[in-house]
């Protein structure tokens, strides 16, 4: 007794559970993508192919299959004629086989294996895959792994941040500390400049200057003081006041100290109080720069000035200003009472600050060249005219012409004396109306004009008024000792004298007289 199948009988009798029948074509197999399909079955020569199989009326073919794109189908297989299994017939009908479903995710996509069945295959097995399966590309993390590196990424960078924060913490801390805190206050300041400066700017004229001015300190038995002079040769000789040596007298020290610090003594080797200039000469010192001198008629009203001295013992300082007045006649001194030591001076006015600790020092132009020699100041103290008051100043100073200061230095240094130009005549101090008055006969003191002197030649007479010199108006007897010892011995002028009522215009030629000193 046969078994019972396990399955219900099929009803097409398909193999091999079926009966034995011919061999129905396989349908074609699907190839992966790159597997080459099975060569054609070669048939012996003289066997047919099998026919081609009838379906049975109203059963349609089976559709045909369709083909990856770059597959090709597989060729059909020839069959020895009247070729079928042994102990099987040749079923009476074929049913196509339903086309394979459309995988569901792409994992699944390509052909199934089991349409890969081919029954020409050795033992009617299907196909195995032409080569073992490759996956391309990074393994796929799962979210647990994702979930725990993201946790160490976030924890790695918390931990380099807070390194970075640290340093840069102390590293701002220390510089904190260092320059004073957050509040600490840094101002802007301009970048620095080259030192020179132009030649004819106040600091260029000062740079050229400094190095030829000294400052003086005089001491005697009586009295001392503190004055300036500049230098006028490179044997040492020094130009200043007679006034600032006068307290050394015939036994006192001078003491000269030089722009850069070298101090060296000094000996007067001439002086006049009439022009109030001085000459000293320091032996034993090398390197001397003489100042040098220009025209003082060259100076106009307006020019600008620098003055150099030593105010109330300040040495080297330096003030400015310009030329306020020409040949303004003042009159300085007069401390001992006799007139002895007056000064009178055409003067150079300046509103350069000098004070009393300037005398002897340079007064100079834009050129750095020497215009005058700082003498007196107007003080406001009393009203009067000083020299050597410890007034400051008032923006009123007076500078002796340099051509005046020049000759007399000359003379002082070749002679030890300076000669004073001369009318020949007295004056009356006393007179109150404009002009210079000779004065009378029979006054104190011998004659009014000196017999076959400058003005006894000239014509002038007892009593006449001096109204002019050289067209220039004079309004006082001092006024015309100034502006007389403005010029030289020997100089020509023109005198406007007044006398009974008439003016008339005297030439006179200037004499000369020694110096008391």
Avoid: C
């Avoid at 794109?69 to 040749?90: C, L, N, R, T």
């Amino acid at each position: 007794m046969r078994p019972k199948p396990l399955h219900d009988p099929d009803a097409y009798s398909t193999p091999p559970y079926g009966e034995p029948g011919p061999w129905a074509p396989a349908p074609p197999v699907q190839h992966p993508a790159g597997v080459a399909p099975a060569p054609p079955v070669q048939h012996p020569a003289g066997v047919a192919p099998a026919p081609s199989v009838q379906h049975p009326a109203g059963v349609a073919p089976a559709p045909s299959v369709q083909h990856p794109a770059g597959v090709a189908p597989a060729p059909s297989v020839q069959h020895p004629a009247g070729a079928h299994a042994p102990g099987m017939e040749p079923a009476a009908s074929v049913l196509p086989l339903p086309a394979p479903e459309a995988p569901d995710t792409e994992a699944d996509a390509g052909p199934d294996p089991w349409y890969r069945y081919d029954p020409s295959a050795a033992g009617g097995a299907a196909s195995p895959p032409a080569g073992p399966l490759q996956q391309t590309g990074a393994g796929v993390l799962s979210r647990d792994q994702r979930r725990s590196r993201a946790r160490k990424a976030l924890v790695g960078g918390a931990l380099g941040l807070a390194l970075v924060s640290g340093l840069l913490g102390g590293f701002v801390g220390a510089q904190l500390e260092r320059n004073g805190g957050i509040d600490a206050v840094q101002l802007p300041q301009a970048s620095a400049l080259p030192a020179g400066r132009d030649a004819d700017s106040v600091a260029g004229i000062a740079a050229r200057a400094l190095p030829s001015v000294v400052t003086l300190h005089v001491s005697g038995s009586a009295e001392s003081g503190t004055g300036t002079g500049f230098v006028l040769d490179t044997r040492g000789h020094i130009l200043t006041n007679e006034h600032v040596v006068a307290p050394a007298g015939s036994d006192g020290e001078i003491s000269v100290v030089f722009n850069g610090g070298q101090t060296a003594r000094a000996e007067i080797v001439g002086k006049d109080s009439g022009y109030d200039l001085a000459v000293v000469k320091v032996s034993g010192v090398r390197g001397l720069t003489p100042l040098p001198l220009g025209n003082s008629d060259n100076v106009r009203v307006g020019d600008p000035v620098v003055a150099i001295g030593a105010p109330f013992d300040l040495e080297g300082t330096v003030t400015s200003g310009i030329i306020s007045a020409r040949e303004r006649p003042i009159t300085a001194g007069g401390e001992s009472g006799d007139g002895s030591d007056v000064s009178y001076v055409d003067a150079l006015q300046t509103d350069a600050p000098i004070n009393p600790g300037n005398s002897g020092g340079p007064l100079l132009d834009a050129r750095g060249q020497v215009v005058g020699i700082n003498s007196a100041i107007r003080s406001a103290v009393d009203g009067s005219e000083a020299d050597s008051g410890q007034a400051g100043s008032i923006g009123l100073g007076f500078a002796i012409p340099v051509n005046q200061g020049r000759r007399v230095a000359e003379e002082l240094i070749n002679t030890g004396r300076a000669t004073h130009p001369v009318i020949g005549v007295t004056l009356d101090m006393d007179y109150t109306g404009d002009g210079a008055r000779v004065r009378a006969e029979g006054g104190d003191g011998g004659l009014p004009v000196t017999p076959d002197g400058p003005g006894d030649r000239a014509g002038i007479r007892a009593g006449d008024v001096i109204t002019a010199i050289d067209g220039r108006r004079v309004h006082s007897g001092e006024e015309l000792i100034v502006k007389t010892r403005a010029h030289r011995p020997g100089d020509r002028m023109k005198l406007t004298v007044r006398r009974d009522g008439e003016d008339r215009t005297l030439t006179l030629v200037l004499g000369s007289s020694g110096s008391s000193d």
